[in-house]
């Protein structure tokens, strides 16, 4: 009967709901997130997404100024009117993304790739049209639909990239920006792309040469495309031809301004060999190399003194040898050329509290959540309150970090269980009544990832009568314990006159 329920209510949901017109396409369309639910989403996810890409590129102000005019040209002959946001990122991943509600990025990396500014406007085209056509919205709609349909299955069987740091709200943005489009949507992003450039007088014919740039660059398998703009806008010969059948739909003509690109893009083209030197380095610290990583940070910082990400790094490598006093002033220079970026307040914090300045750590780990919450920033803020006697504040800060999916959420899973199992067992361990041979039996589940033992269980009927049980038994990390009690069931309608619960338990080790 309740799947029934279930199914009857999302029936319900779809008819209060109901369609909308698609304003780009002008289709009838289901529509589970409304206008304003997409601004306020835009609105509150564009900071924190933008931080975990890298956040904004500030050393050529005149570079984002010139794409926010080209996105502007577009934006203003687009089906849909919405606040438009146009941002240059500092990550060398050739990448673009477009948040619900019209807020865009472009990767700096892939600024450096493209030719003119006509595909430029083929980029920014193509993601305006994700925004004003739904698609993130769709697929929010999508996981909706998916998470009622898994609750109706449940019912009837039973009765019943700094992206993966981020916790909290800002996860919502983290998987905005990494979903993948549907065929369907990348076709129309390409059509109606293409229709805004004709539109916003730019030659269409870029977006052919653009997407053939883009096959060439997925058949050479080049892993950082690989991992950006490909990811999530898998080109294809497909995608170049139909491209081609549209632009001969179009007005012919229209302006390339490959000139006026390459002349805007040159400060960034010219610092490329600074950049790949700097990801290098990056690869190497990864690997334990500390003298190339240090010889790599150092030759990005002979190229452009100004970038903090290259200061962070000689910090980076001089940290990870256990050398925080020599890496605190790395990091300095990097908040002081880039206050905005919250990396630099995180590595910065992680190194103060290892030489042991616990209240500047606590104020660079603050601003850096206020940036960006990871669970980085707040297990580093948990263990700091949990040094300082203040178990509330811990236990709050290591509950966001262990939200996540990350290691670090993993290890803070552990550090929250530490400190909350003794006054909250019942929050780690689910316990339950059934019944086996006309007597009660309990259920215990252990929904943490450590070892529990010494559980002290009650079982209580309505009238206040309790059973008290001691299990010496050790309880695995994500294991049920089940034992018998001595409680008879008359008639099996009796299970429901008992609950069960956890009194006390203990971490096995300690």
């Known amino acids: 009967m309740r799947q029934w329920l ?157 992206s993966q740091l981020a916790v909290g709200a800002a996860a919502v943005g983290a998987n905005l920006i990494n979903q993948s489009y549907s065929r369907d949507a990348e076709s129309e992003s390409d059509y109606y792309g293409m229709q805004y450039m004709v539109r916003a007088g730019y030659d269409p014919r870029a977006a052919i040469e653009l997407q053939e740039t883009f096959v060439r660059l997925s058949e050479s398998r080049q892993s950082n495309w690989l991992a950006g703009l490909f990811a999530s806008h898998p080109p294809s010969r497909e995608r170049v031809e139909a491209n081609r059948k549209t632009a001969a739909t179009l007005a012919k003509g229209g302006e390339i301004g490959r000139e006026r690109y390459q002349q805007m893009t040159a400060y960034i083209r010219k610092l490329k060999p600074a950049y790949a030197a700097y990801g290098k380095g990056a690869e190497a610290l990864e690997k334990k190399a500390y003298v190339e990583a240090l010889q790599l940070a150092e030759q990005a910082l002979a190229m452009e003194p100004r970038e903090g990400l290259f200061h962070a790094l000689k910090g980076d490598v001089l940290a990870a040898q256990g050398q925080d006093a020599k890496a605190l002033a790395y990091y300095d220079k990097a908040v002081t050329l880039n206050p905005g970026y919250f990396k630099h307040y995180l590595q910065r914090g992680e190194s103060l509290t290892r030489v042991g300045n616990r209240a500047r750590a606590v104020r660079d780990l603050e601003k850096s959540v206020e940036l960006l919450p990871t669970a980085n920033a707040y297990y580093s803020l948990g263990i700091l309150a949990s040094a300082a006697g203040d178990k509330a504040t811990a236990i709050s800060h290591l509950r966001q970090a262990a939200s996540g999916k990350s290691a670090t959420s993993q290890i803070a899973g552990k550090e929250l269980v530490k400190l909350d199992l003794p006054n909250n067992p019942g929050a780690y361990l689910q316990a339950s009544v059934g019944n086996y041979q006309n007597r009660l039996i309990v259920a215990v589940q252990n929904t943490t990832g450590v070892e529990i033992g010494d559980l002290s269980v009650v079982v209580v009927r309505f009238d206040g009568r309790q059973h008290r049980y001691k299990l010496s038994q050790r309880l695995p990390a994500g294991k049920t314990l089940r034992f018998s009690t001595d409680i008879p069931l008359a008639n099996p309608q009796d299970l429901k006159l008992w609950q069960a619960r956890v009194l006390s338990a203990r971490l096995t080790g300690q």
């Open 6 to 162: 279930l199914l009857a209510a999302m029936v319900a949901l779809l008819h209060l709901t109901g369609c909308a017109t698609n304003p780009v396409t002008g289709k009838n369309e289901l529509s589970l997130v409304s206008e304003d639910q997409e601004l306020d989403i835009g609105k509150k996810q564009y900071a924190p997404s933008r931080q975990m890409q890298g956040g904004d590129f500030i050393l050529d102000r005149k570079l984002t100024a010139y794409v926010q005019q080209v996105g502007d040209r577009l934006a203003a002959v687009s089906d849909r009117k919405l606040p438009y946001e146009f941002v240059v990122l500092n990550d060398s991943t050739p990448n673009a993304w477009a948040l619900p509600g019209g807020k865009i990025a472009v990767n700096r990396g892939l600024l450096v790739e493209l030719g003119s500014e006509a595909e430029l406007a083929a980029v920014i085209g193509h993601e305006i049209v994700h925004a004003a056509a739904r698609h993130g919205a769709k697929g929010m709609e999508r996981g909706m639909l998916l998470q009622g349909a898994i609750a109706v299955a449940g019912a009837a069987a039973s009765g019943s990239d700094y």
